[in-house]
């Protein structure tokens, strides 16, 4: 079936860091590819898309690109401040399949002043 | 608009005992969906909907049911709770504006935190 990969463990940086997550994935067709990002305590938002191949999603400074022969969507950002610490879920979305996800386990993002 | 919300946010629950989360959307979204978040884990799904009067399984159903008789409000229903459905449950919506629903974002409740003790 479906499935989506994240890195594992947490990370950590500090202010003005450059972040990078790895996602790879696993899909029968041509699925849309999402980045989710869960605050302490809040649901989760989406924080950026990518429905087909070279397409580049990109949001509040990160940016993310659908790429196909590598089967990956890497989370990227310049320079993250204190308030990107959050946890971020990979996921992605068949065609034809209801909008079902299928996510990553998440990677904790903390970033330290 | 209030978006997705859930009731309640908070519940312990004993062996046995059973509930029904709540969820109600006021964004006339006609795609509803239950995923539970494990400590470390992704989002698995439990149930979710096409519109009313529509359900189907998703990943993980053992133990759920769910029913959809409004555009509104998908509940879900826990008959017989046991420790291992000690999670947070999200419930979402989402609109499909072309043929494809893959490309649309859902929007997810705050959640609810259930303990089964």
């Known amino acids: 079936g479906d499935s989506v990969t994240q890195m594992e463990g947490p990370v950590t940086l500090s202010e003005e860091a450059f972040l990078t997550i790895n996602c790879t994935y696993t899909?029968?067709?041509?699925?849309?590819l999402f980045w989710y990002v869960q605050y302490p305590g809040e649901g989760l938002q989406l924080l950026l898309k990518?429905?087909?191949?070279?397409d580049k999603g990109s949001n509040k400074g990160f940016e993310a690109t659908y790429r196909k022969e590598t089967t990956s969507f890497h989370l990227e950002k310049g320079s993250v401040q204190v308030s990107d610490s959050a946890v971020y879920f990979c996921?992605?979305?068949?065609?034809?399949?209801?909008?079902?996800?299928?996510f990553g386990k998440g990677n904790q993002v903390v970033v330290i002043p | 608009n209030a978006g997705v919300t859930q009731t309640p946010k908070f519940r312990i629950l004993k062996i046995g005992q059973s509930m029904t989360l709540q969820c109600t959307q006021d964004?006339?979204?006609?795609?509803m969906y239950w995923y539970r978040q494990d400590p470390g884990m992704g989002l698995k799904l439990i149930y979710y909907?096409?519109?009313?009067?529509?359900?189907d399984k998703g990943e993980v159903p053992n133990g759920y049911n769910v029913s959809r008789s409004t555009t509104e409000d998908f509940p879900l229903r826990l008959e017989l709770a046991a420790p291992s459905q000690t999670s947070v449950y999200f419930c979402?919506?989402?609109?499909?504006?072309?043929?494809?629903?893959?490309?649309?974002?859902?929007?997810f409740g705050p959640g609810t935190r259930l303990l089964v003790l």
């Open positions: 979402a919506s989402s609109y499909p504006t072309t043929w494809d629903s893959s490309r649309e974002t859902q929007y």
């Open positions: 899909a029968t067709g041509y699925p849309s």
């Open positions: 990518a429905t087909k191949a070279d």
């Open positions: 996921a992605l979305s068949e065609t034809l399949g209801n909008n079902r996800l299928a």
């Open positions: 964004m006339n979204h006609n795609y």
């Open positions: 909907s096409v519109g009313a009067g529509i359900t």
